[in-house]
């Protein structure tokens, strides 16, 4: 062994432990399995014994029910009348009060399909349903039955009736205590229902149910099997027997009450499909303990390999430009390896430490950039003195002057307005105002629709945006031709996307859709000095991101469609 390799050694190691973890694996299975069934066995019999008892707990209850019935004294004065003084008015009246009584009795259990009562005259009185299919060839032994028992309860099944057990009963006269016979009382119950609490009850049973009375299966009517099949060890109660080549666990009880023998059936296969699917669990589990040992090999094997894939996963890493280091998968080994682990993260830390540094300078440079477009995008006025001039038109009646004047100080308040984001309703009083001024300078020629829904109106967005979009359409719609330009000035709501879209649509001669991208090349260059489309769109995507902007939709001709998109701001931004 000392002079074996490592591989030899591990291979011999996991060999002798994968045949010790089989061979208790086998033991243990063989040894559950034999504990299961036996388990299984006690479980089952003690089911079907809790099963018989309510069974037989039911037909006390009948019999309870059938004594309530011979001993009511209106039953015993009916049959009484009847018995002596039939074919008359009053033995007529009595048998239909007979009757009349029985309906009482009849709702007293729900299995109880009818009641029925032969008097001396070998007269029926019944009362509940399917009366017709009871058997009445045998009346006559069975009155002699029930007679020899003197009062006392008689079970019968399969005589009068195949689906259906039978209470028989020998009424006597209780009066004086004469006890003469007064007719026999029958209650007819349905089997299935004595059997199961439910209608559907016996399709959740996975067992046959069987009754013996002698030599005799009275239940179920139509049985696939045969009373030599079912011999039961009587010492233990139970069996297994085998019947068409099945095989089935067989217990069976003595119903005391009625000296019947009820015989319970289940196949075995179903006993045992439990025990089926904890042997393939416990083969899962030491399938997962062979495992585990194979781990443990190749575990001691890796512990020399494992800093080396490592450090090569680290270098791969930082390859992608991922330089975070895992503190808690620093190497604890002190051997060269280790100390290589630990040099390579200090590097790969100040690495990521000096492109952060970078990082950051880039984004104050942005910032910068940002603060620089915004002073140019809201270049200073000199509101004060239109505000002079304002007045100075005033008193001299030089009203078009001054509402000229008011229009663009207004516009000036708001350029140099510190906001950064106003509210739609009054971004479209500064539109308003700049239309004002250029249609004293364009007059008829220019035409601006507003349709802006009032439910927008408290939204917010960044400060002039729609003016330097509406100039730029007044400078390509009317400067640049001689007819007439009309501005649509629209906005909405994308309940999808949870964005505000505003649209500017002109008349004009149009422009080129690739406007945008063509500027952002620098494939051409803007051409004014106010603020240009390109600005617009750098300051929204600063702000909001890459999704948001301007879109121009229309094609070169006839007209242009500037779409704005902006996120739903219901608050002031912080």
């Given amino acids: 062994m000392r002079n074996l390799k490592i591989k030899h050694k591990l291979f011999i190691f996991i060999s002798l432990g994968a045949f010790v973890t089989s061979l208790l694996g086998w033991l243990f299975v063989q ?10 066995y006690r479980e089952t019999v003690g089911k079907f014994y809790l099963f018989s008892q309510k069974i037989e707990e039911k037909f006390k209850e009948i019999d309870k029910l059938s004594l309530s019935v011979m001993s009511d004294s209106d039953v015993q004065n009916y049959l009484r009348v009847i018995k002596t003084i039939p074919d008359t008015y009053e033995a007529f009246d009595a048998a239909n009060k007979l009757k009349q009584k029985l309906l009482t009795y009849h709702l007293y259990d729900y299995s109880v399909s009818s009641i029925v009562i032969i008097d001396r005259n070998t007269n029926p009185h019944s009362v509940g349903v399917n009366v017709d299919r009871m058997n009445y060839a045998n009346m006559d ?68 149910l069987v009754i013996v009375s002698g030599d005799d299966i009275i239940y179920p009517a139509q049985s696939s099997f045969h009373i030599k099949d079912l011999t039961i060890d009587k010492s233990k109660g139970y069996s297994v027997i085998t019947i068409d080549n099945s095989s089935y666990l067989a217990a069976q009880f003595i119903l005391t009450y009625t000296g019947w023998t009820i015989i319970h059936l289940i196949p075995y296969g179903l006993i045992f499909q439990n025990v089926i699917m904890m042997k393939a669990a416990l083969l899962s589990l030491y399938a997962v303990i062979l495992l585990l040992l194979l781990w443990s090999g190749l575990r001691f094997s890796r512990s020399i390999t ?27 080994s002190r051997d060269e390896i280790g100390l290589l682990n630990r040099n390579f993260d200090k590097m790969t830390e100040k690495l990521d430490k000096l492109i952060n540094e970078n990082y950051t300078k880039q984004i104050m440079l942005k910032e910068a950039e940002y603060e620089t477009l915004k002073a140019k995008v809201n270049p200073h ?87 330097p979009i509406v100039e730029n359409c007044i400078k390509y719609g009317i400067e640049a031709a001689t007819e007439r330009c009309v501005i649509t000035v629209t906005a909405q709501k994308h309940l999808v996307l949870d964005r505000l879209i505003l649209i500017v649509k002109d008349t004009g001669s149009g422009m080129d859709t ?43 001709e006839p007209g242009t469609l500037i779409r704005v998109s902006i996120p739903c701001l219901a608050e002031l931004p912080v």
């Avoid at 007064?182 to 229902?193: N, P, V």
């Fill in 31 to 40: 040894q559950s399995q034999t504990l299961y069934e036996q388990l299984i």
């Fill in 141 to 208: 032994e069975i009155r002699q039955l029930a007679y020899e028992h003197e009062g006392a309860s008689v079970w019968m099944g399969g005589k009068l009736q195949e689906d259906a057990f039978f209470s028989v009963r020998d009424i006597r006269e209780v009066a004086d205590l004469k006890l003469e016979s007064l007719g026999t009382l029958i209650i007819r119950i349905q089997a299935d229902k004595v059997m199961y609490a439910l209608p559907k009850e016996s399709q959740d049973y996975d067992s046959s």
């Fill in 306 to 332: 494992q800093p080396l894939e490592t450090l090569t996963q680290k270098m791969v890493n930082v390859e992608k430009g991922q330089f975070l280091i895992d503190k808690a998968g620093f190497p604890s």
């Fill in 381 to 467: 006025f000199l509101y004060n003195t239109l505000e002079s001039i304002n007045w100075l038109a005033k008193i001299n009646g030089q009203t078009e002057i001054s509402g000229m004047v008011k229009a663009l100080g207004d516009m000036m308040r708001v350029a140099v307005s510190q906001k950064e984001f106003v509210t739609l309703e009054e971004e479209i009083a500064n539109l308003k105002n700049y239309i004002h001024i250029q249609q004293f300078r364009f007059e008829e020629r220019l035409v601006c629709h507003m349709d802006i829904p009032e439910q927008l109106h408290p939204l917010y967005m960044p400060n002039i945006i729609l003016q």
């Fill in 514 to 556: 690739q406007y945008l991208d063509k500027l952002q090349q620098n494939e051409i260059s803007a051409e004014g000095t106010g603020i240009g489309l390109h600005s617009i769109n750098q300051r929204i995507q600063l702000l909001f991101g890459d999704s948001y902007g301007l879109e121009i939709e229309a094609g070169l």
